[in-house]
């Protein structure tokens, strides 16, 4: 789930608050640069790309 999202001075995406469990306690920080965001519905639920070392790291996987 997608909780929050920053944007740069202009406009693109900086960074953006995600959770595996819908819980914003449990979310964690990704930076844009090195996700791909494909459009969430409503209810925040959206498909993240991230390297698999990164999901590792920042124990979404």
Same mark, same amino acid.
């Given at each position: 789930? *997608?909780h929050?999202?920053?944007?740069? &001075?202009? &406009?693109?995406? =900086? ?12 979310? *964690?920080?990704l930076?844009?640069? *090195? *996700?791909?965001?494909?459009? &969430?519905?409503?209810? &925040? =639920? ?8 990164m999901?590792?790291? =920042?124990?979404?996987?």
């Open positions: 789930m *997608v929050h999202a920053t944007r740069n &001075g202009d &406009g693109s995406l =900086k960074a953006i608050l995600v959770s595996t469990d819908g819980d914003r306690d449990n979310a *964690v920080w930076p844009a640069a *090195v *996700v791909e965001l494909n459009s &969430g519905d409503e209810f &925040g =639920k959206a498909n993240i790309t991230l390297p698999e070392r999901a590792i790291d =920042k124990e979404l996987i």
